[in-house]
């Protein structure tokens, strides 16, 4: 089952344009939802930063937002999913190819549910990370289509037996190819402010609140490469990856080579969040 503009139709039934600009240009924007117990994880936040987006790129949001939350809520109901996830993408719209962007043009809406599990595995035993220089535009703030730097990025962790990369600007860490990054150092968590050089993620705000109310100190401050390899802990977070220890950068090890107290307890608050 797929959401396509204002109707729902079975995979079959959607027939893309090869005009689509976001099939020309990677012009349009997405969002990835979670889905818990059948609901969905702070939708609010989620459709007010694909708003954002959409506006940040002049396309106009095709709906209110109390008008696409009834519609993604139908879907979720439509599709049976329990846990997993939902992909929103709204492209520019439908015209022959020119750099200009044509006037009357209307934003094409997608959007379907996937059954996809919790990475519990990962997050229990950590994942190893790769650094790489922060090749992105200037404007990683908007949840943009045009993914390449970070689809290859991520492949560069693939290719090194790695499972995220965490990129760098001149050696000051942003974020990583499709998840923020925080570290802890004596008992302080640092992460990079929200800015245009990051996506402002979702989870990233979630965990911070939690922490902010668990009384750790937090600091979103731009930090180096240097202060990651000296750091206590290190963790990701995400839509999908939750918060999820990083054990090794570059094949050194993060402190004993165990996911931290600090992070564990953060995923502890996570977990009841998500399950209350
Ligand atoms: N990516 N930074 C980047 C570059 C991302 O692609 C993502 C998420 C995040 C975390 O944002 P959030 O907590 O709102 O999910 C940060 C999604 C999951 C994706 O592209 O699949």
């Given at each position: 089952?797929?959401?396509?503009?204002?109707?729902?139709?079975?995979?079959?039934?959607?027939?893309?344009?090869?005009?689509?600009?976001?099939?020309?240009?990677?012009?349009g924007?997405?969002?990835?939802f979670?889905?818990?117990?059948?609901?969905?994880?702070?939708?609010?936040?989620?459709?007010?930063?694909?708003?954002?987006?959409?506006?940040?790129?002049?396309?106009?949001?095709?709906y209110t937002?109390?008008?696409?939350?009834?519609?993604?809520?139908?879907?979720?109901?439509?599709?049976?999913?329990?846990?997993?996830?939902?992909?929103?993408q709204?492209?520019?719209?439908?015209?022959?190819?020119?750099?200009v962007?044509?006037?009357?043009?209307?934003?094409?809406?997608?959007a379907?549910?996937?059954e996809?599990?919790?990475?519990?595995d990962?997050?229990?035993?950590?994942?190893?990370?790769?650094?790489?220089?922060d090749?992105?535009?200037?404007?990683?703030d908007?949840?943009?289509l045009?993914?390449?730097p970070?689809?290859?990025?991520?492949?560069?962790?693939?290719?090194?037996s790695?499972?995220?990369?965490?990129?760098?600007?001149?050696?000051?860490i942003?974020?990583c190819?499709?998840?923020?990054i925080?570290?802890?150092?004596d008992?302080?968590?640092?992460?990079h402010?929200?800015?245009?050089?990051?996506?402002n993620g979702?989870?990233r705000?979630?965990?911070?609140?939690?922490?902010?109310?668990?009384?750790?100190?937090?600091?979103?401050?731009?930090?180096?490469?240097?202060?990651?390899?000296?750091?206590?802990?290190?963790?990701?977070?995400?839509?999908?990856?939750?918060?999820?220890?990083?054990?090794?950068?570059?094949?050194?090890?993060?402190?004993?080579?165990?996911?931290?107290?600090?992070?564990?307890?953060?995923?502890?608050?996570?977990?009841?969040?998500?399950?209350?």
């Open positions: 089952m797929l959401l396509y503009n204002d109707l729902f139709l079975n995979k079959e039934e959607v027939h893309i344009s090869h005009e689509d600009r976001g099939y020309y240009f990677g012009d924007v997405y969002e990835v979670r889905i818990y117990n059948g609901k969905i994880f702070e939708t609010e936040k989620h459709l007010q930063r694909l708003k954002r987006s959409c506006e940040e790129i002049q396309i106009q949001f095709p937002i109390e008008e696409i939350n009834d519609k993604l809520l139908q879907l979720v109901q439509k599709s049976f999913v329990h846990e997993g996830t939902l992909y929103l709204i492209t520019r719209g439908v015209a022959p190819r020119s750099h962007i044509p006037k009357d043009i209307k934003p094409v809406v997608l379907y549910c996937n996809v599990n919790r990475p519990l990962k997050m229990q035993s950590g994942i190893k990370a790769i650094t790489q220089e090749i992105r535009w200037l404007r990683c908007i949840k943009s045009n993914l390449l970070n689809t290859l990025a991520k492949q560069n962790a693939v290719n090194h790695a499972e995220e990369t965490i990129f760098h600007r001149d050696g000051v942003t974020e190819s499709a998840s923020n925080m570290i802890v150092h008992g302080e968590i640092h992460t402010p929200v800015n245009h050089l990051i996506l979702v989870t705000a979630v965990v911070l609140k939690l922490a902010a109310k668990a009384g750790f100190p937090i600091k979103e401050h731009p930090f180096d490469l240097k202060q990651l390899n000296r750091a206590d802990e290190v963790f990701i977070t995400g839509t999908t990856v939750e918060i999820t220890p990083i054990i090794s950068i570059d094949q050194l090890i993060v402190s004993d080579g165990k996911p931290g107290k600090i992070t564990r307890e953060l995923q502890n608050l996570y977990e009841k969040l998500i399950t209350s």
